[in-house]
């Protein structure tokens, strides 16, 4: 019971500092490493999601990113699958989800909503129909 209470009283207290702005998350490409303040590469952050909006496939992106000389944050070459994760991250737009709490509107995000989900809506048209 009292191991219960105690990671409830941690969860609210993580939540409270994400509120704040005081609880960092991971490093985001496009973002300053352990802050939601846009660093140098949020331009190519912005191109990317530009691209796919328009209709350009995952591979070629990243293609375009390591023509460029550019690294994911753990230094390594970009693919689709690392494209595909950037692209489908609500962090882009501000929002984050932790502790299974969305918060909307969290930091200023690179992408705006409405780029983030035409991208995102656009995702879901080439899924395939499971019956």
């Not at 209470?5 to 941690?10: A, D, P, S, T, V």
């Not at 960092?24 to 802050?35: H, W």
């Not at 293609?63 to 692209?87: C, E, M, P, Q, Y």
Request: net charge positive.
């Amino acid at each position: 019971m009292y191991f219960e209470i105690e990671r409830e009283r941690r969860r609210k207290h993580r939540l409270m500092k994400v509120a704040a702005g005081e609880f960092k998350i991971g490093n985001y490409f496009g973002f300053e490493q352990g802050s939601f303040r846009p660093s140098e590469t949020s331009k190519y952050v912005v191109e990317m999601f530009i691209k796919a909006g328009t209709g350009m496939g995952l591979s070629r992106i990243a293609r375009w990113l390591n023509d460029h000389g550019l690294t994911t944050v753990r230094g390594n070459a970009f693919t689709s699958s690392s494209v595909k994760t950037i692209l489908s991250n609500p962090v882009y737009c501000g929002n984050i989800t932790i502790e299974d709490v969305r918060i909307i509107n969290h930091h200023t995000g690179i992408a705006s909503p409405k780029l983030w989900e035409k991208v995102n809506k656009q995702e879901c048209k080439h899924a395939p129909v499971l019956i």
